[in-house]
Protein backbone atom coordinates (compact mmCIF):
# COMPACT_ATOMS: atom_id res chain seq x y z
CA UNK A 1 0.00 0.00 0.00
CA UNK A 2 1.18 3.40 -1.21
CA UNK A 3 1.94 5.82 1.94
CA UNK A 4 1.93 9.55 0.45
CA UNK A 5 3.41 12.44 1.72
CA UNK A 6 1.22 15.46 3.61
CA UNK A 7 -0.32 17.76 1.26
CA UNK A 8 0.42 20.65 2.79
CA UNK A 9 3.88 21.00 4.08
CA UNK A 10 5.74 24.30 5.28
CA UNK A 11 7.33 26.16 2.80
CA UNK A 12 10.78 25.17 3.87
CA UNK A 13 10.37 21.43 3.76
CA UNK A 14 9.03 21.85 -0.01
CA UNK A 15 13.01 23.76 -0.27
CA UNK A 16 15.00 21.04 1.47
CA UNK A 17 12.94 18.35 -0.85
CA UNK A 18 13.75 20.15 -4.15
CA UNK A 19 17.32 21.05 -3.49
CA UNK A 20 17.62 16.79 -2.68
CA UNK A 21 15.49 16.19 -5.64
CA UNK A 22 18.32 18.34 -7.81
CA UNK A 23 21.17 16.32 -6.48
CA UNK A 24 19.80 12.96 -6.83
CA UNK A 25 19.08 14.78 -10.37
CA UNK A 26 22.98 15.22 -11.23
CA UNK A 27 23.48 11.53 -11.39
CA UNK A 28 21.25 11.35 -13.79
CA UNK A 29 22.93 14.67 -15.72
CA UNK A 30 24.26 12.63 -19.23
CA UNK A 31 21.25 10.65 -19.35
CA UNK A 32 19.69 13.99 -20.89
CA UNK A 33 21.64 12.83 -23.88
CA UNK A 34 19.01 10.85 -25.13
CA UNK A 35 15.73 13.73 -24.51
CA UNK A 36 14.81 16.84 -25.54
CA UNK A 37 17.53 18.63 -23.36
CA UNK A 38 20.15 17.07 -25.14
CA UNK A 39 22.35 20.36 -25.82
CA UNK A 40 22.62 20.48 -22.16
CA UNK A 41 24.76 17.25 -22.20
CA UNK A 42 26.50 18.15 -24.82
CA UNK A 43 27.74 21.35 -23.03
CA UNK A 44 28.80 19.53 -20.56
CA UNK A 45 30.64 16.83 -22.30
CA UNK A 46 32.98 19.80 -24.05
CA UNK A 47 33.28 21.46 -20.81
CA UNK A 48 34.43 17.76 -19.22
CA UNK A 49 36.68 17.35 -22.00
CA UNK A 50 38.36 20.77 -21.90
CA UNK A 51 38.82 20.27 -18.12
CA UNK A 52 39.85 17.16 -17.97
CA UNK A 53 43.14 17.80 -16.67
CA UNK A 54 42.20 19.52 -13.33
CA UNK A 55 41.22 16.20 -11.06
CA UNK A 56 45.17 15.63 -11.16
CA UNK A 57 46.25 18.96 -10.61
CA UNK A 58 44.54 19.48 -7.27
CA UNK A 59 40.97 19.99 -8.32
CA UNK A 60 38.51 23.20 -8.46
CA UNK A 61 37.08 24.78 -5.44
CA UNK A 62 34.93 27.69 -5.69
CA UNK A 63 33.81 29.50 -2.41
CA UNK A 64 30.76 30.73 -4.21
CA UNK A 65 29.73 26.73 -5.00
CA UNK A 66 30.51 25.76 -1.20
CA UNK A 67 28.74 28.69 0.15
CA UNK A 68 25.49 28.28 -2.16
CA UNK A 69 22.98 28.97 0.11
CA UNK A 70 20.85 26.02 -1.23
CA UNK A 71 22.99 23.65 0.23
CA UNK A 72 21.71 24.66 3.83
CA UNK A 73 17.96 23.17 2.32
CA UNK A 74 20.23 19.96 1.69
CA UNK A 75 21.59 20.08 5.43
CA UNK A 76 18.03 20.36 7.13
CA UNK A 77 16.58 17.91 5.09
CA UNK A 78 18.03 15.11 7.12
CA UNK A 79 19.62 16.90 9.19
CA UNK A 80 23.21 16.47 8.75
CA UNK A 81 25.78 17.33 11.74
CA UNK A 82 29.66 17.93 12.01
CA UNK A 83 31.03 16.72 15.35
CA UNK A 84 34.92 17.61 16.27
CA UNK A 85 36.33 16.26 18.60
CA UNK A 86 39.45 18.33 19.02
CA UNK A 87 41.02 21.33 17.36
CA UNK A 88 43.67 20.75 14.71
CA UNK A 89 46.33 22.54 14.56
CA UNK A 90 46.09 24.88 11.16
CA UNK A 91 49.70 24.80 10.55
CA UNK A 92 49.91 21.53 8.95
CA UNK A 93 48.14 19.58 6.49
CA UNK A 94 45.61 16.03 7.67
CA UNK A 95 45.08 12.98 5.56
CA UNK A 96 41.86 10.95 6.70
CA UNK A 97 39.69 8.07 6.30
CA UNK A 98 35.96 8.50 5.34
CA UNK A 99 33.21 6.05 6.75
CA UNK A 100 31.28 4.66 5.34
CA UNK A 101 31.31 5.26 2.15
CA UNK A 102 27.17 4.91 1.60
CA UNK A 103 25.11 5.10 -1.04
CA UNK A 104 25.27 8.68 -2.28
CA UNK A 105 28.39 10.10 0.02
CA UNK A 106 25.46 12.56 0.45
CA UNK A 107 27.23 13.23 4.18
CA UNK A 108 31.05 13.30 3.30
CA UNK A 109 30.03 15.76 0.39
CA UNK A 110 27.70 18.13 2.65
CA UNK A 111 30.52 18.35 5.35
CA UNK A 112 33.45 18.37 3.09
CA UNK A 113 32.86 20.23 0.03
CA UNK A 114 30.51 22.90 0.86
CA UNK A 115 30.22 24.77 4.03
CA UNK A 116 26.21 24.51 4.67
CA UNK A 117 27.58 22.84 8.10
CA UNK A 118 30.11 25.47 8.76
CA UNK A 119 33.76 23.04 8.13
CA UNK A 120 36.21 26.35 8.07
CA UNK A 121 34.18 28.14 11.22
CA UNK A 122 34.38 24.73 12.79
CA UNK A 123 38.30 24.25 11.92
CA UNK A 124 39.83 27.29 11.53
CA UNK A 125 42.26 28.30 8.89
CA UNK A 126 41.50 24.40 7.22
CA UNK A 127 40.48 23.72 3.80
CA UNK A 128 38.85 20.60 3.53
CA UNK A 129 38.94 18.33 -0.07
CA UNK A 130 37.29 14.55 -0.56
CA UNK A 131 39.30 12.07 -3.22
CA UNK A 132 36.76 9.97 -5.13
CA UNK A 133 37.25 6.96 -8.17
CA UNK A 134 37.42 8.60 -11.22
CA UNK A 135 34.62 7.53 -12.67
CA UNK A 136 32.33 10.34 -10.27
CA UNK A 137 33.69 13.41 -12.63
CA UNK A 138 31.75 12.44 -15.34
CA UNK A 139 28.79 14.04 -12.40
CA UNK A 140 28.89 17.53 -12.58
CA UNK A 141 28.66 18.60 -9.33
CA UNK A 142 31.47 15.57 -8.31
CA UNK A 143 34.06 17.14 -11.02
CA UNK A 144 37.55 18.14 -9.25
CA UNK A 145 39.79 15.61 -7.54
CA UNK A 146 41.57 12.73 -8.35
CA UNK A 147 43.54 10.20 -6.36
CA UNK A 148 46.48 11.15 -8.37
CA UNK A 149 46.39 14.70 -7.11
CA UNK A 150 46.18 13.62 -3.50
CA UNK A 151 50.57 14.39 -3.14
CA UNK A 152 49.70 17.69 -5.02
CA UNK A 153 47.38 18.86 -2.57
CA UNK A 154 48.94 17.71 0.45
CA UNK A 155 52.66 19.15 -0.29
CA UNK A 156 50.75 22.60 -0.79
CA UNK A 157 52.56 25.61 0.74
CA UNK A 158 50.26 28.47 0.23
CA UNK A 159 47.15 26.28 2.07
CA UNK A 160 46.55 24.32 4.68
CA UNK A 161 44.36 21.42 3.82
CA UNK A 162 42.59 18.40 5.16
CA UNK A 163 41.79 15.72 2.32
CA UNK A 164 39.62 12.77 3.02
CA UNK A 165 39.89 9.39 1.32
CA UNK A 166 36.45 7.60 0.79
CA UNK A 167 38.33 4.29 2.14
CA UNK A 168 35.60 1.70 1.16
CA UNK A 169 35.01 2.82 -2.32
CA UNK A 170 32.32 0.67 -4.23
CA UNK A 171 33.00 -2.33 -2.69
CA UNK A 172 31.93 -0.55 0.44
CA UNK A 173 28.51 0.90 -1.30
CA UNK A 174 27.25 -2.53 -2.13
CA UNK A 175 27.30 -3.30 1.51
CA UNK A 176 25.20 -0.02 2.70
CA UNK A 177 21.64 -0.32 4.17
CA UNK A 178 20.40 0.65 6.67
CA UNK A 179 21.38 -0.26 10.16
CA UNK A 180 24.41 -1.82 8.94
CA UNK A 181 28.01 -0.68 9.21
CA UNK A 182 30.27 -3.39 7.18
CA UNK A 183 33.08 -1.80 6.53
CA UNK A 184 35.71 -2.81 3.22
CA UNK A 185 39.24 -1.55 5.14
CA UNK A 186 41.05 -4.53 5.82
CA UNK A 187 43.03 -5.24 2.53
CA UNK A 188 42.65 -1.35 2.01
CA UNK A 189 46.47 -0.33 2.78
CA UNK A 190 47.45 2.58 -0.32
CA UNK A 191 46.19 5.29 1.74
CA UNK A 192 48.66 4.60 5.09
CA UNK A 193 51.66 4.73 2.90
CA UNK A 194 50.48 9.12 2.88
CA UNK A 195 49.85 8.69 6.03
CA UNK A 196 52.92 7.94 7.28
CA UNK A 197 54.00 11.42 5.71
CA UNK A 198 50.85 13.13 7.53
CA UNK A 199 48.78 12.63 11.22
CA UNK A 200 46.57 9.86 10.96
CA UNK A 201 42.74 10.47 11.31
CA UNK A 202 39.53 8.57 10.50
CA UNK A 203 35.81 10.52 10.11
CA UNK A 204 32.94 8.37 10.69
CA UNK A 205 29.95 9.49 9.44
CA UNK A 206 26.61 7.85 11.32
CA UNK A 207 23.49 7.77 9.62
CA UNK A 208 25.48 7.43 6.15
CA UNK A 209 23.82 4.02 5.23
CA UNK A 210 20.43 5.13 6.60
CA UNK A 211 18.91 6.65 3.62
CA UNK A 212 19.17 4.50 0.92
CA UNK A 213 18.15 0.77 1.29
CA UNK A 214 19.02 -1.54 -2.01
CA UNK A 215 18.08 -4.83 -3.58
CA UNK A 216 19.09 -8.09 -1.76
CA UNK A 217 22.76 -8.42 -3.09
CA UNK A 218 24.56 -11.15 -0.40
CA UNK A 219 27.45 -12.11 -1.98
CA UNK A 220 25.93 -15.42 -2.84
CA UNK A 221 23.61 -13.96 -5.01
CA UNK A 222 23.56 -13.79 -8.75
CA UNK A 223 23.14 -9.25 -8.73
CA UNK A 224 26.21 -9.95 -6.31
CA UNK A 225 28.36 -11.92 -8.90
CA UNK A 226 27.05 -9.12 -11.28
CA UNK A 227 28.48 -6.37 -9.61
CA UNK A 228 31.72 -7.96 -8.82
CA UNK A 229 32.37 -8.73 -11.98
CA UNK A 230 31.53 -5.45 -13.04
CA UNK A 231 34.16 -4.02 -10.21
CA UNK A 232 36.52 -5.60 -11.23
CA UNK A 233 36.59 -4.68 -15.26
CA UNK A 234 35.59 -1.50 -14.54
CA UNK A 235 36.50 -0.09 -11.01
CA UNK A 236 33.03 0.66 -10.80
CA UNK A 237 29.70 -1.44 -10.16
CA UNK A 238 26.36 -0.25 -9.42
CA UNK A 239 24.04 -0.78 -6.56
CA UNK A 240 20.55 -0.77 -7.10
CA UNK A 241 19.45 1.11 -4.38
CA UNK A 242 15.90 2.39 -3.59
CA UNK A 243 14.21 4.18 -0.93
CA UNK A 244 11.42 7.13 -1.45
CA UNK A 245 9.80 9.27 -3.82
CA UNK A 246 8.63 13.24 -3.97
CA UNK A 247 4.93 12.56 -3.19
CA UNK A 248 5.16 8.96 -1.05
CA UNK A 249 7.60 7.11 1.24
CA UNK A 250 6.62 3.72 -0.50
CA UNK A 251 9.45 3.87 -3.34
CA UNK A 252 11.68 5.77 -5.55
CA UNK A 253 15.12 7.36 -5.74
CA UNK A 254 15.09 9.89 -2.97
CA UNK A 255 17.12 9.19 0.00
CA UNK A 256 14.91 9.33 3.05
CA UNK A 257 15.37 12.21 5.93
CA UNK A 258 17.22 10.16 8.52
CA UNK A 259 19.84 12.03 10.25
CA UNK A 260 23.43 11.73 9.63
CA UNK A 261 25.99 12.59 12.00
CA UNK A 262 30.12 13.43 10.87
CA UNK A 263 32.24 12.68 13.44
CA UNK A 264 35.98 13.71 13.12
CA UNK A 265 38.27 11.93 15.66
CA UNK A 266 41.56 13.92 16.99
CA UNK A 267 44.58 12.93 15.04
CA UNK A 268 47.64 10.86 16.05
CA UNK A 269 51.34 11.45 15.32
CA UNK A 270 53.08 9.50 12.99
CA UNK A 271 56.51 9.73 12.90
CA UNK A 272 57.33 10.91 8.66
CA UNK A 273 58.50 8.13 6.73
CA UNK A 274 59.19 9.14 3.71
CA UNK A 275 60.24 5.51 2.17
CA UNK A 276 58.19 3.19 4.86
CA UNK A 277 58.53 -0.73 4.60
CA UNK A 278 55.56 -3.35 3.81
CA UNK A 279 55.81 -3.95 8.24
CA UNK A 280 55.32 0.03 8.82
CA UNK A 281 52.70 0.36 6.41
CA UNK A 282 50.47 -3.02 8.05
CA UNK A 283 51.51 -1.59 11.66
CA UNK A 284 50.16 1.78 11.11
CA UNK A 285 46.92 0.17 9.28
CA UNK A 286 46.18 -1.96 12.34
CA UNK A 287 46.72 1.00 14.37
CA UNK A 288 44.21 2.95 12.34
CA UNK A 289 41.62 0.22 12.72
CA UNK A 290 42.02 0.57 15.76
CA UNK A 291 41.75 4.00 16.33
CA UNK A 292 38.48 3.73 14.00
CA UNK A 293 36.88 1.09 16.25
CA UNK A 294 36.89 3.42 18.97
CA UNK A 295 35.53 6.42 17.28
CA UNK A 296 32.72 4.15 16.57
CA UNK A 297 32.17 2.72 19.92
CA UNK A 298 32.48 6.05 21.88
CA UNK A 299 30.08 7.64 19.81
CA UNK A 300 27.64 4.78 18.04
CA UNK A 301 24.99 5.27 21.28
CA UNK A 302 24.64 8.68 20.98
CA UNK A 303 23.55 8.16 17.38
CA UNK A 304 21.22 5.31 18.33
CA UNK A 305 23.18 2.47 16.92
CA UNK A 306 22.64 -0.68 18.56
CA UNK A 307 24.86 -3.35 16.48
CA UNK A 308 28.12 -4.62 18.94
Not at 10 to 15: F, I, M
Not at 178 to 190: E, T
Not at 232 to 247: A, D, N, Q, W
Not at 260 to 284: A, F, G, M, N
Request: proline share 5%; with cysteine.
Amino acid sequence: MVEFAPLFVPWERRLQTFVVLQWVSSFLAMGLLFTRFWIFSILYAIWWYVDRAKPWQGGRQSDVLRHWVIRRYMKDCFPISLVKTANLDPSRNYLTGFHPHGIGVIGAFTNLCTESTGFSSVFLGICSHLMMLNLWFWVPVFKGLHHESAAHILSRKESINLLSILVGGVQEALNARPGAYKLVLLNHKGFIRLDLMHALMPIFSFGENDIFDQVENSPSSWLRWFQDRLHKSTRGSIPLFYSCGVFQFSFGLMPCHRPITTVVEKPTEVQKTPHCSQEEVDRLHQRYMQELENLFEAHKLKNNVSID
